[in-house]
């Protein structure tokens, strides 16, 4: 998007009119009062394709005032394409103050992760989501999905769970684990690695979902039970990593795999960019990292 | 007698042309019941109203549950029909695609039931499921074989097997051994007999195959537009049929 | 004591639909009682009704008019009236039948369609499991065809399991339907033996032999089924 600020003139604040938003903000305020539950909203075109968070955009732009600070991340990182567009689009159209700090912001809309710093009451959290409905893969009738929803009857997710024991010796889910929230809805996390699903329970953030192409938002108020699905002898287990960030040490925060060379050399380091600069600016060092003002010029 | 299934009264139109009309019956615990007829005579329309999938337009269906208390399965809300229909029920389809998950493992499609009513164990869940394999006479080599890979009597045992884990009281079955090969027939028939009389099940059978009608059944309905024309103990009416239908379709088979 | 079986005023005859309505009245007034140990036997020509007399008994053809009352030394049952679940339960506790020929089950072995017949009239699986081989050996059917279906045996040979299947219950009345006709002398003796050993427990028996020296044989009274022949509308 290299759009300027002039191609946003005559546009209403966070780019939606009111109308709109107050619909987006009705589908929020179900959403939250039936935690888990998928709510149906009327996804608008935005000037993005599906697929680059058309749906958080629309939940962040509902929910944007203009003394809210926006941090928006891809992967953990604030540096995307994906990222900086989406954080430039608010800048431009809403004029709200950005930051890449977890601390400071109060929306963050993230793809595909849980910032490792933990949330506080004061913030909101909006998760992009791909494709709403845990149940998708094994009962491709959304009638009957909806159905089972209703009634509660997932024995059909754990069918999921069990094929993949049956064939891996072990749950080999390791993102969008569904997760069941406050005792009663089954949800997809969207595609988070399940490393982060035990940040979801009893967050004191309020963590809002939306779909734009499968136009539904859902949500999870702050102190809401959120388990991650198993069985008594298989139970749940978050990634575990064997070594430590090689930049900043962390040896509890998730960690991607990042290609050093062009002759195989590679690190782990944590997938959470601002997490992993605090804790070099705190003066942690991994076996690979640098003091922080040679790395940071 | 403590009837576990009372159709009352059934009748359920479409349009002006007849589904069924009146049927009345019990159906006894451990009782088999065959409903015959020609195609379009109501066999299926009859099976989709007494297992509540289908409202009849007059009449009732009452059930005794298993706590006792009978009711009217209009009186269920759709959550009770559906776990009634998942525990205590068993459905088994002629075309097994119908009843079984083409996706999913053979011991995924056995352990469904239970995980749906609560079992949380992947241990003692497979353990089952072997079991029902082998009762169900598969290999139990085959549990993590997908039912794709099955062959049409195997497709069928499992079918039975994934419906049999909870133990149900009562198993509705359209035409199960319907488009297989004479011998798969024969072997299946066998199974079911054995497992309808070791579990004493109740079973409302459709079929238009009067000799599996004769070797599965205690008591057999016969269906002509819409209307029971004939009913009683299955070798009565097969061996000395009353109505002319019957005796139309008893003689149009040989020896069945 | 009751009779075991009273019968009284039966009369069956078929309505043929597909033959142009045609009523073929078959028994008229069949009236006769069979008590306990004692073994009745229908006599008369072929096509004089007295199969159908038997089918009727066992519910298994509808009786036009008439009561058949079976007394288990309880409650009295009427099967021209009895529900299909009374008569099953008839037939499970109280009355056997061995029919001319044997029906084969596809699959099932020799041995455990007589051993089901013992457990379905209340046998435990152990028990049931050991009457059928006695059964089996008492008439003669050599033990390497215990284990297999009966579809491949000799008419004979199938014959001999379909009597231990009757004989394998626990039955105070059995019906015989020409049990013995396929059947060489030494397995007619079998037979013989075996009839004579359940009267002497009290079983009652109805059945036709067609074989005079078994009907000597095990015969207390003889009903000839011509008393019973309707009136014909046209005479032959
Ligand atoms: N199911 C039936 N439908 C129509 N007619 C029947 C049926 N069963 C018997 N009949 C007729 O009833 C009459 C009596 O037959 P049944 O078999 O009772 O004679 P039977 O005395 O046992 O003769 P047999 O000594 O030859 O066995 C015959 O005319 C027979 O054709
Ligand atoms: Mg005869
Ligand atoms: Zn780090």
Redesign the pocket.
């Known amino acids: 998007m290299s759009r300027t600020a002039e191609n946003y003139r005559g546009y209403n604040f966070a780019y939606l009119d009111e109308q709109t938003k107050r619909m987006i903000r009705r589908a929020i305020l179900k959403a939250i009062a039936i935690p888990g539950y998928q709510v149906p909203f009327a996804s608008r075109e935005m000037p993005m394709p599906y697929g680059w968070g058309t749906g958080g955009v629309q939940v962040t732009a509902a929910i944007l005032g203009p003394s809210d600070v926006l941090k928006v991340i891809d992967q953990g990182a604030d540096d995307t394409t994906n990222a900086v567009s989406i954080r430039q689009f608010f800048e431009k159209t809403a004029g709200v103050e950005t930051t890449t700090e977890t601390g400071k912001a109060s929306v963050i809309q993230t793809r595909h992760r849980i910032p490792e710093a933990k949330l506080q009451a004061n913030q909101v959290l909006v998760y992009q989501v791909p494709i709403p409905e845990p149940l998708r893969f094994l009962e491709p009738r959304e009638t009957e999905t909806r159905t089972l929803h209703a009634l509660a009857e997932y024995g059909l997710m754990h069918v999921r769970l069990y094929e993949d024991i049956a064939q891996h010796g072990h749950i080999a889910k390791t993102y969008a684990y569904p997760v069941l929230v406050a005792d009663r809805y089954v949800m997809d996390p969207s595609p988070i690695p399940k490393f982060d699903n035990p940040k979801m329970h009893e967050s004191a953030a309020l963590q809002l979902f939306g779909a734009g192409r499968e136009k539904r938002i859902y949500a999870v108020p702050p102190h809401t039970k959120v388990v991650s699905l198993d069985f008594e002898d298989h139970p749940f287990e978050a990634t575990k990593f064997e070594q430590p960030c090689a930049l900043c040490g962390a040896k509890d925060s998730y960690l991607d795999e990042v290609i050093t060379d062009d002759r195989g050399g590679r690190m782990f380091v944590c997938s959470d960019t601002h997490h992993c600069e605090t804790r070099r600016c705190e003066g942690h060092l991994g076996p690979l990292g640098m003091p922080v003002t040679e790395a940071a010029e | 007698m403590n009837p576990l299934l009372v159709a009352e009264g059934l009748s359920k139109f479409y349009g002006a042309r007849i589904g069924c009309r009146d049927v009345r019956f019990a159906l006894e615990p451990g009782e088999v019941l065959a409903i015959v007829g020609e195609s379009g005579s109501g066999k299926t329309t009859l099976l989709n109203l007494l297992s509540g999938q289908l409202a009849p337009d007059s009449g009732a269906v009452r059930y005794r549950l298993r706590d006792g208390r009978t009711k009217n399965l209009l009186d269920l809300s759709e959550a009770e029909r559906r776990l009634l229909a998942r525990t205590d029920w068993g459905f088994v389809h002629q075309d097994a695609r119908n009843g079984l998950r083409m996706g999913v493992s053979a011991g995924g499609n056995i352990g469904e039931r239970l995980m749906g009513v609560g079992d949380r164990h992947y241990g003692r869940i497979r353990e089952n499921a072997m079991a029902w394999l082998g009762r169900v006479e598969i290999d139990t080599g085959r549990i993590d074989d997908k039912p794709t890979q099955f062959s049409g009597g195997m497709r069928q045992r499992l079918q039975i097997a994934r419906n049999l884990v909870t133990h149900p009281r009562l198993v509705f079955m359209d035409e199960p051994t319907g488009g297989l090969d004479v011998s798969v027939q024969a072997r299946l028939l066998d199974l079911i007999r054995g497992l309808v009389a070791d579990l004493g099940l109740a079973v409302v059978l459709v079929t238009h195959d009067l000799a599996v009608a004769r070797l599965l059944s205690h008591r057999i309905l016969v269906m002509k537009d819409g209307h029971v024309i004939e009913a009683g103990l299955t070798d009565r009416v097969l ?2 049929p009353q109505e002319a239908y019957t005796q139309l379709l008893v003689s149009s088979v040989l020896a069945a | 004591m009751n009779p075991v079986l009273q019968v009284s005023g039966l009369s069956k005859a ?1 309505h ?1 639909h597909l033959h142009g309505g045609t009523r ?1 009245p ?1 028994v008229e007034g069949v009236d006769f009682v069979v008590h306990q140990g004692e073994c009745v036997v229908l006599g ?1 020509p ?8 038997l089918k009727a008994i066992y519910g298994n ?1 509808l009786a036009s008019s008439g009561a058949i009352i079976l007394d288990d030394g309880e409650a009295p049952v009427d099967v021209v009236t009895a529900s299909p679940g009374a008569i099953i339960a008839l037939r499970r506790h109280m009355m056997g039948y061995v029919s001319q020929f044997l029906r084969v089950i596809p699959r099932v072995p020799a041995i455990e369609i007589v051993a089901e017949a013992a457990r379905a009239s209340g046998f435990s699986p152990d028990e049931a499991g050991g009457r059928a081989g006695r059964l089996l050996a008492h008439l003669n059917l050599p033990e390497r065809l215990w284990n297999l279906p009966p579809a491949t045996f000799s008419g004979g040979e199938q014959q001999r399991v379909n009597i231990a299947r009757g004989f394998a219950g626990d039955h105070r009345f059995l019906i015989l339907d020409e049990p013995t006709a396929s059947l060489d002398a030494a397995n007619r003796e079998a037979v013989i033996a075996l009839i004579a050993e359940r009267k002497a427990v009290g079983t009652a028996f109805l059945g ?1 032999f067609h074989d005079a020296e078994v009907r000597e044989r095990v015969a207390d009274r003889t009903i000839d ?1 011509t008393r019973f022949s309707p009136v014909r509308e046209i005479a032959a």
Not at chain 3, 46 to 53: D, F, N, Q, V
């Open positions: 061996d000395d | 078929f043929l073929l078959v008369g072929s096509g004089a009704g007295k199969s159908s007399i053809y036709i089924v």
